[in-house]
């Protein structure tokens, strides 16, 4: 009789000669445009973030921000790390990105702690919003486990900088209104309107991105106010005034909409920021996370178009056309004087 002859090597050994064929035939399949893009991006995000949290935690003196600060740093450095080994493995170039000659820890203190834990929530925000449009843009293994890993680590330092924020009474919570007492529908045309005529209260997916834009012109306009007192240069000094002025212009837009719907407005952050005339980043860092803030507020406004009051996606759209020519403006600068890297490009087209 013929005896069978039965595989005894064990399972997991198999299963780890698939895990090995995998990632071999992962590694040649070459990186998309999309995941070339974020990577890239990813890579200068976490190195001005890198150099922007070095900074902070010389200068800050609360232990429970100081902590926070130090896990932000070393998630930059994880980031920086990852995207290092992916770029080595597919011979790609290291971008320069920003060193130490765009930081002077020795300066003294521009902001304020309670600004600085603001500064960090906006990050942790913008972060997780970018990485989880990246993830979506990715298909290859090893960058999808990095996108999700960073999303994960965007979402704790989100969380960690508002539990630090409620446990010093710092959170400025939206405003509140009342819970619906039933479901209802809407029944009229005029829901839409908001031009002529009586209009009608804001709802709360309004009162939202009104809220969000409220917030974000805030810091943005205490940390304009902070960098444009410490630039040597008078282009970059009147780039960050009018920067200021713009977000002061939509505050009042954002605080009016609220005020006239009997809705609380935040307080400013401009007691946030220090005199000193020292500083702290290169102008090529300040144009660079201003060009940042800025793409981010359009893209906020862009999504908040579709609110239902017509008026209101009117004054989104023209906000967000005031900020974009102030970002091409931004844009010329970092260009005219060798600041801004060239992320990846397709092939030149033959004439």
């Keep these: 009789m013929e005896i069978k002859q039965h595989n005894t090597e064990p399972s997991h050994h198999h299963d780890l000669k ?3 064929t995998s990632i071999k035939t992962e590694r040649e399949v070459r990186l998309t445009s999309s995941e070339l893009a974020n990577l890239w991006a990813s890579w200068m995000e976490s190195s001005i973030k890198e150099r922007i949290v070095q900074y902070f935690i010389k200068i800050v003196e609360d232990p429970d921000i100081k902590q926070a600060l130090e896990y932000f740093l070393e998630v930059a450095k994880k980031h920086l790390k990852i995207i290092s080994q992916i770029y080595a493995r597919e011979k790609h170039p290291i971008p320069i990105g920003f060193t130490d000659e765009d930081v002077n820890l020795d300066a003294p203190r521009l902001f304020t702690d309670s600004l600085i834990l603001y500064f960090l929530k906006d990050i942790a925000v913008v972060r997780l919003d970018g990485y989880s449009t990246a993830l979506q843009m990715s298909v290859r293994s090893d960058v999808r486990k990095f996108f999700t890993e960073c999303v994960a680590d965007s979402a704790e330092m989100y969380n960690r900088t508002v539990s630090i924020m409620l446990s010093k009474g710092l959170n400025i919570r939206p405003p509140y209104i009342p819970v619906p007492e039933k479901v209802d529908f809407i029944k009229k045309q005029n829901y839409l309107a908001g031009y002529l005529g009586k209009q009608r209260t804001l709802n709360s997916i309004e009162i939202s991105h009104i809220f969000l834009g409220l917030q974000k012109n805030l810091l943005r306009g205490a940390v304009f106010n ?4 410490v630039t040597a240069s008078e282009q ?15 505050i009042k837009i954002f605080s009016s909409l609220l005020i006239n719907n009997n809705l609380p407005v935040s307080m400013a952050w401009d007691s946030g920021v220090i005199d000193s005339n020292i500083a702290p980043f290169s102008d090529k860092l300040m144009m660079q996370q201003a060009r940042v803030n800025n793409s981010v507020l359009i893209a906020a406004y862009w999504r908040a178009v579709p609110v239902m009051r017509r008026d209101l996606g009117l004054d989104f759209t023209r906000l967000a056309a005031e900020v974009l020519k102030y970002l091409e403006d931004g844009f010329n600068i970092l260009i005219e004087n060798s600041w801004l890297e060239e992320p990846p490009q397709a092939k030149k087209l033959l004439h």
């Design 18 to 20: 698939e895990l090995q």
């Design 236 to 250: 970059v000094k009147k780039y960050m005034v009018r920067g200021k002025k713009i977000a002061n212009k939509h």
């Design 226 to 229: 902070g960098f444009g007192h």
